[in-house]
Nanobody, 118 residues
Framework: QIHLVESGGGSVQPGGSLRLLCTAP???????????MAWYRQAPGKQRELVAA???????NYAESAKGRFTISRNNSRKTVTLQMNSLQSEDTATYYC?????????WGQGTQVTVGS
């Protein structure tokens, strides 16, 4: 497993934006580029769900709820993955987790809270 650190969560009004950042500070570049990366979220009382994913080659995949509003990207030289979230709604309130995968091995960050409310 690898060490992942998330940041960028917070509270925002409906319709607002947040940018989440995930870093892998202990990895070297040549290792980071081997990993597929993703953002998941978990709301209270609900199962963890995929929000967006990006493969090591840059192919992206989004949950239906995220399409058109969220954008996932990665910067391999900085070993970071970003989730830009726009037009946030109350239903987006959750703890967001960064995930990495290589083969059958998953690693998770500690999570960052996103709260959307008036």
């Amino acid at each position: 497993q690898i060490h992942l650190v998330e940041s960028g969560g917070g509270s925002v009004q409906p319709g607002g934006s947040l940018r989440l950042l995930c870093t892998a500070p202990r990895l070297i570049f040549s290792t980071f580029i081997q990993y597929d990366m993703a953002w998941y979220r978990q709301a209270p009382g609900k199962q963890r769900e995929l929000v967006a994913a990006i493969t090591n080659s840059g192919t992206t995949n989004y949950a239906e709820s995220a399409k058109g509003r969220f954008t996932i990207s990665r910067n391999n030289s900085r070993k970071t993955v970003t989730l830009q979230m726009n037009s946030l709604q109350s239903e987006d309130t959750a703890t967001y987790y960064c995930n990495s995968r290589r083969g059958s091995v998953d690693s998770w960050g500690q999570g960052t809270q996103v709260t959307v409310g008036s």
